[in-house]
Every structure is written in C-alpha cells, then in structure tokens.
T-cell receptor, first 115, second 113 residues
Framework: DTEVTQTPKHLVMGMTNKKSLKCEQHMGHRAMYWYKQKAKKPPELMFVYSYEKLSINESVPSRFSPECPNSSLLNLHLHALQPEDSALYLC??????????????FGPGTRLTVL | GNSVTQMEGPVTLSEEAFLTINCTYTATGYPSLFWYVQYPGEGLQLLLKATKADDKGSNKGFEATYRKETTSFHLEKGSVQVSDSAVYFCALIRNTGGFKTIFGAGTRLFVKA
C-alpha cells in the first residue's frame, strides 16, 4: 500500500467553526507533513512530525493545531479560520526526515473553503 | 540561501513534441533534487529524483540529470502526450534545523492533440 489518504475531500466552514482534517498512511513511514497550497502556487510547508514528535513548525498561526496520535495518523485541527486560509491542504509522508530518504508521498488533499 | 528557479509557464506543446522544463538551484553542499508532478485536482506525485552529481533520474519517459557545474536539473521528454498535461515542480531538500523540501514555483504544461 503506497497510498496516503485524506478526509474529507472538500470542507466548507464558517469562521467560528471547529473542524479537523485527517491523514493516514500504512507504509510504515515515520515522518509526516502538512502543506498548504494556494491556487497556482507551490506547496508551503506548515508542520513536520518525525517519529510522532513535532519537529518543524513554520511559524503557523495557532488557529491551526496539528496532532499525531500514532505513526499512521496525522490530524490538523482548525479553529477560528479566516477566509484567506481557504486553500488545498496536502498531507505527505516519507520514510523518515533524513536527507537520503526524503522522497515524499502526497495525499490528494482537502479543498478547504472558509466563509 | 537555498532556492529553486523554474522556467515560467504555461508551456503549450503539440502531442509528440519535445519537452524541456528548465530548473536551476542554489544550495550549500549537495542537495537531493526532485521533480514532482501535479495533475488537475490531485496531490503531488514524485516523478523522478537524483541524489548526487551526474545522476540521471528517469520515469515514464521523463529524464533529468543532476548537473553540479551548472547547478541545474532540467526535465526532458522526447515525445509528450495529452495525458502529460499537468503542473511540474522542481524541488530540493535543504538541511537547516531539520530537513525541508524547497519547491520551485511550478511550470504548467498544456499538451494539445
């Protein structure tokens, strides 16, 4: 199984809502990533988890809260978002986060719209 | 610093034409280099990679050679198909307080039948 799955595929939420994005992989990868991608732009790294510990936070606002319950799952909790947070949110995984093995496998993304 | 520069798109080609998408990088040391592809409505997929100078990555008819002397990793394909229409991202990995993938801006390719 070389697949990264993400749910939901689409999400529409108001600025006062709380929602969560979910990501799962069963490749035995020990590094997992959240990216934000705006239209016609490259992905921007948000968070990296390595061996279930947060290793990189790219100065992301606290209204985004990541969680890694176990080595296969990665969540992104959303609260009090702004319309400019509307984007495609991509999850990725890699064998670990060292240089040699950092080929990343991406999920299909969650298309988020904040009203 | 570490960065990736790709040729601006969109690139429009007819089917069976030759494709080149230029990519140059700036990095300290010897980064690993990647090409990812993103088809409409999907996430990114690794297309090919090279981890040291003079390595050639290849996949699905696409090729790219890691050129240290010109700090380049240009993507080529001899004969494109309509199904190759997508956005192509050149990327490298940097190590500054943790390993991080740096993406180029992306190049959109349209292939006409």
């Amino acid at each position: 199984d070389t697949e990264v799955t993400q749910t939901p595929k689409h999400l529409v939420m108001g600025m006062t809502n709380k929602k969560s994005l979910k990501c799962e992989q069963h490749m035995g990868h020990r590094a997992m990533y959240w990216y934000k991608q705006k239209a016609k732009k490259p992905p921007e790294l948000m968070f990296v988890y390595s061996y279930e510990k947060l290793s990189i936070n790219e100065s992301v606002p606290s209204r985004f809260s990541p969680e890694c319950p176990n080595s296969s799952l990665l969540n992104l909790h959303l609260h009090a978002l702004q319309p400019e947070d509307s984007a495609l949110y991509l999850c990725a995984s890699s064998q670990d986060d060292s240089l040699r093995y950092n080929e990343q496998f991406f999920g299909p993304g969650t298309r988020l719209t904040v009203l | 610093g570490n960065s990736v520069t790709q040729m601006e798109g969109p690139v429009t080609l007819s089917e069976e034409a030759f494709l080149t998408i230029n990519c140059t990088y700036t990095a300290t040391g010897y980064p690993s280099l990647f090409w990812y592809v993103q088809y409409p409505g999907e996430g990114l997929q690794l297309l090919l990679k090279a981890t040291k100078a003079d390595d050639k990555g290849s996949n699905k008819g696409f090729e790219a050679t890691y050129r240290k002397e010109t700090t380049s990793f240009h993507l080529e394909k001899g004969s494109v198909q309509v199904s190759d229409s997508a956005v192509y991202f050149c990327a490298l990995i940097r190590n500054t307080g943790g390993f991080k993938t740096i993406f180029g801006a992306g190049t959109r390719l349209f292939v006409k039948a």
